[in-house]
């Protein structure tokens, strides 16, 4: 079955660039898209196909895609943003996963 | 706006099943496709499969396959996901999501039906 990977966790200051990957083999051919979910809440969607972000989701959040890897960046991250971030895409066989999911740390 | 409001928590016994509901409002339901996610305690995101609102065609996951059925009551914008033959490891938060892009990818989530499996 089709895997996403990411790293388990990820630390940051306040105010530093993190970034989370999600490698796969499919990724060049399928969108990647970027959940976020706080302790205790449903995900919400920060980044979709790939790079574009919802309404109401903050400009520090952005997302690109090349060869197998996608990456999501928050640029200046906040307090607020820690969180778990899930990335999701799929494959030909119809059964999409979601990435392990990353622990993003801000202290 | 768009709103997804699922049903309470449920408390079953091994071998039982349960049915959880997931009333949508603010859009055209048979517009979108509803996903179901679940989550066991302290683990990650499982995608269970799809169901169109529009035609009922659906999409499960291959683990799943004969134990998950998803349905819709367009007259009432409720989407369903029954799963039979309950184990332990089904206790789990429930999610169900519109899926708002290709892939199943999902936009708008409910709030979460935590099904506590436990004899």
């Known amino acids: 079955s089709y895997e996403l990977t990411q790293p388990p966790s990820v630390s940051v200051s306040p105010g530093q660039t993190a970034r989370i990957t999600c490698s796969g083999d499919a990724l060049p051919k399928k969108y990647a898209y970027w959940y976020q979910q706080k302790s205790g809440q449903a995900p919400v969607l920060v980044i979709y196909?790939?790079?574009k972000r919802p309404s109401g989701i903050p400009e520090r959040f952005s997302g690109s895609s090349s060869g197998t890897m996608a990456t999501l960046t928050i640029s200046g991250a906040q307090v607020e943003d820690e969180a778990d971030y899930y990335c999701?895409?799929?494959?030909?066989?119809?059964?999409?996963?979601f990435g392990g999911g990353t622990k993003l740390t801000v202290l | 706006q768009v709103q997804l409001v699922q049903s309470g928590a449920e408390v079953k016994k091994p071998g039982a099943s349960v049915k959880v509901s997931c009333k949508a409002s603010g859009y055209t339901f048979t517009s979108y496709g509803i996903s179901w996610v679940r989550q066991a305690p302290g683990q990650g995101l499982e995608w269970m499969g799809w169901?169109?609102?529009?035609?009922?065609?659906?999409n499960y996951a291959q683990k799943l396959q004969g134990r998950v059925t998803m349905t819709t009551d367009t007259s009432t914008s409720t989407a369903y996901m029954e799963l039979r033959s309950l184990r332990s490891d089904d206790t789990a938060v429930y999610y169900c999501?519109?899926?708002?892009?290709?892939?199943?990818?999902?936009?708008?989530w409910g709030q979460g039906t935590l099904v506590t499996v436990s004899s």
């Open positions: 169901i169109s609102a529009y035609n009922g065609n659906t």
């Open positions: 999501a519109r899926a708002g892009y290709g892939d199943y990818a999902c936009d708008y």
């Open positions: 999701y895409s799929t494959d030909s066989s119809g059964n999409p996963p």
């Open positions: 196909e790939d790079s």
